[in-house]
């Protein structure tokens, strides 16, 4: 059944906020989602009621705020239906879970030229944590070509997989071209090749059902601020089984069985990837995101995801001046980056927040894409269910208005 944005963004106190004394049109989901109620409420409710540290103390608020961070972490596993709730490991974010890979999977398993798979279309966050596991161990980083259509060419794929390949590591979805990769392919190819496959959720799990099990992946990340939830808890799930054979990524508190002076042994999962006091509010709050979304349906918010981006870019299609990048057709979600030809993206931006509309406009932490589609930077408008129809025909008169405004000085 189609969700009902109207209703919706009630649950959403910033999107009644003027801005510029316009209407607030929020389209910089990508970077990072409001958030309803639901969520804010229950994370003043834990501070108001139930706050005490996880884990440790034996008293009646320290084991209900361990039973409400235990809870979340089997909300978020069954949202991405993982086998088991100590899979689930919580991060700050993406960056932390990728990060918590690299050094803990990657130094521990790579050698002088071992191969690391990404592709052109990676967040830094899927690039530099392997550029350090690369200067310490030897391995080699190859990346995937984009077709002309900004898919993934996975006859490029296929000649970069050999016995070599240790690591195949990419985004579920690309936060600047809104492709969807085709995670499943990809982590039986790499399989077959003998290598571990990683995909970075950070932009997909907002907006995809995530399926870990179905997708066949060894490790999966996501940030909760982009999926509704507060910033500061993401979360990293790994197979229990490669999980268990890691060292530790972070040394303190939570994480050990035992410790003398000279030596320590380590917990089982997840508390051996959870050093100090975690972000126990953030994390109690990103679970009730995953019920907020489940609620909705992500098949339906995917849908409405979809219904808008065909919707903009027809509209966006008919205006001249204009460059639009990414595919068309089901494998694209919610994400719409363009230049206005002779425009700086950021004057674009500027130009749409006189406006109310919020966008992004820059690299997008995605240099090495940058310089593959031959653009310093873009301008990106990403959807969410919260947005409307009516709010693409706002921005679509704003972009003209804009396109307009800079021809006379052209
Ligand atoms: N990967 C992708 C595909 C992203 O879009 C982002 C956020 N823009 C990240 C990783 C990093 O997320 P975070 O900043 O929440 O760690």
Request: charged share 20%; with cysteine; aromatic share 8%.
């Amino acid at each position: 059944m189609p969700l009902d944005s109207l209703r919706l963004r009630q649950d959403f106190p910033i999107l009644a906020r003027q801005i510029n004394g316009k209407p607030l049109i929020y389209f910089d989901n990508a970077a990072s989602s409001q958030k309803p109620k639901q969520v804010v409420e229950t994370m003043l409710h834990y501070y108001y009621h139930s706050h005490a540290n996880v884990h440790r103390g034996a008293h009646t608020l320290s084991v209900e705020a361990t039973d409400l961070y235990e809870a979340a972490r089997g909300k978020l596993a069954r949202f991405i239906n993982a086998p088991e709730a100590e899979s689930v490991i919580f991060t700050r974010n993406t960056t932390e879970a990728m990060n918590l890979i690299a050094y803990s999977w990657g130094m521990e398993n790579l050698k002088a030229g071992d191969e690391i798979i990404i592709d052109y279309a990676e967040h830094h966050a899927n690039i530099v944590p392997w550029h350090f596991v690369a200067a310490k161990t030897g391995a080699v980083i190859k990346a995937i070509k984009l077709g002309r259509d900004f898919r993934l060419d996975m006859t490029d794929f296929e000649a970069l997989l050999s016995k070599r390949t240790r690591v195949v590591s990419v985004a579920h979805m690309s936060n600047v071209l809104g492709v969807i990769h085709p995670i499943k392919s990809l982590a039986q190819k790499a399989h077959d090749a003998g290598a571990i496959m990683i995909a970075d959720g950070a932009q997909a799990a907002p907006h995809v059902k995530v399926d870990v099990q179905d997708l066949g992946v060894d490790f999966y990340t996501l940030s909760g601020h982009k999926m509704c939830g507060p910033t500061g808890a993401g979360a990293l799930w790994g197979k229990a089984e490669l999980l268990r054979g890691m060292p530790p990524f972070l040394g303190g508190g939570e994480m050990i069985r035992k410790v003398a002076i000279d030596t320590s042994s380590y917990a089982d999962i997840p508390n051996r990837f959870e050093a100090g006091t975690p972000n126990i509010a953030e994390a109690i709050a990103l679970g009730a995101a995953a019920d907020y979304l489940e609620s909705i349906g992500m098949d339906a918010i995917f849908e409405h995801d979809q219904e808008l981006t065909r919707y903009a870019l027809e509209r966006l299609k008919t205006l001249e001046g204009l460059e639009l990048y990414g595919p068309e057709g089901d494998d694209r979600g919610g994400i719409i980056p363009f230049n206005i030809k002779g425009v700086h993206p950021h004057d674009v931006a500027t130009a749409l927040d006189q406006e109310g509309i919020a966008i992004r406009a820059g690299h997008h932490c995605a240099q090495p894409l940058m310089k593959h589609l031959g653009v310093q930077s873009t301008a990106r408008a990403s959807f969410y269910f919260y947005n409307s129809f009516a709010e693409v025909d706002k921005f679509v008169e704003v972009v003209a208005k804009t396109r307009d405004f800079f021809a006379q000085f052209a």
